[in-house]
Each structure stands twice: as structure tokens, then as C-alpha cells.
């Protein structure tokens, strides 16, 4: 159900988001892989933020993502806080990406197993976010789902510039 509200909509097409959030750290961890340390710092062009810095900023959101998924399944017309991912950002150079890679795998691994023990019920919850208007939990794990392979996208193809 990818919706106007979903900036990543055209990424996600009509994948199933639960599918996509399910396998992003295999293919994050491989395209980690294939950029090699040296391309940790390459990044598509000339002030845009590094591949490390998108793996650093992945993990960021996993946090941010996962607790917002929380408070609209357990609190009733939750309001959704935002954040400043620039101000986050600030402090991508000196924080390991690879340190980030493993947070986000675990991080994720343990919200997908919180969504996979949801009732069908809890995916309909409404929450109203600042920017987007009212929203679906489901709508916002497919927001999710859009940015990871947004950003993934972004990976392959520093990856394919000769990343390493």
C-alpha cells in the first residue's frame, strides 16, 4: 500500500515492505563487503555523504524507525516526533561504519522479530506525523522499507564505481 506519503515509494514499487526490512542486512552486509574498507569513504559525488556515512545513518534510523514503530502500536493517535538526520549525521566521522553495520544488524533483527509477533490488528494503527498527516503503521514500515533500499541503491552504485 505505498501511498504519496512515502517518499520512497518509486524504491519500493510494490514489494511487500515486511519482505525488504527482512532482507536488508544480507545485502547490506554484502555490499559492505564488496566496497571494502577503502570504499567506506567513496561516496556517488562531491559533497554528498559517504558510503560509510550512509551505513552510519542506516543504524541511526533503525533506532529512531523502531521506536516510532513501538509508540504507534502501543499508544493510541501517537504524534510522531521527527528528526534532524544532518544534526544526527554531525557525528558520522568518527564513528565506524562497521561498528554501525553491526548495530544495525542487530537492531534489526530485533524489530523484525517485535513485527513478526504483531497482531494483523496492530499494522492498521493510525499514528499522525508532522510532515506526512495521519499514517498507518504499515504505512510507516513502508516508508522504512523504501529508504532501505533507497539507500542500498546508493551502496550498489558507489560499489560499482570501484568502491574499493
Not at 550512509?54 to 533506532?63: G, M, P, R, Y
Not at 502501543?74 to 516526533?81: D, G, M, Y
Not at 509477533?117 to 510507516?140: I, M, N, S, V
Request: aromatic share 8%; net charge neutral.
Amino acid at each position: 500500500m505505498a501511498t504519496a506519503a512515502n517518499p520512497y515509494a518509486g524504491s519500493l514499487a510494490n514489494r511487500d515492505p515486511l519482505s525488504v526490512l527482512q532482507a536488508t542486512s544480507g545485502r547490506l552486509r554484502a555490499v559492505t563487503a564488496r566496497l571494502g574498507t577503502g570504499g567506506l569513504e567513496q561516496s556517488l559525488a562531491p559533497g554528498k555523504w559517504s558510503a560509510g556515512k550512509i551505513i552510519c545513518h542506516l543504524a541511526d534510523c533503525e533506532i529512531g524507525f523502531g521506536y516510532r514503530w513501538r509508540q504507534v502500536a502501543a499508544q493510541p493517535h501517537h504524534a510522531i516526533q521527527t528528526f534532524d538526520q544532518d544534526l544526527w549525521a554531525a557525528q558520522y566521522d568518527s564513528l565506524s561504519a562497521k561498528e554501525a553495520l553491526e548495530a544495525f544488524c542487530a537492531l534489526r533483527q530485533w524489530n523484525n522479530a517485535w513485527l513478526s509477533k504483531l497482531p494483523g490488528d496492530a499494522f492498521e494503527k493510525l499514528a499522525t506525523h508532522p510532515e506526512r498527516g495521519e499514517l498507518a503503521l504499515l504505512q510507516l514500515l513502508e516508508i522504512t522499507a523504501g529508504h532501505d533500499l533507497h539507500h542500498l541503491g546508493q551502496l550498489d552504485q558507489i560499489a560499482a564505481k570501484g568502491g574499493r
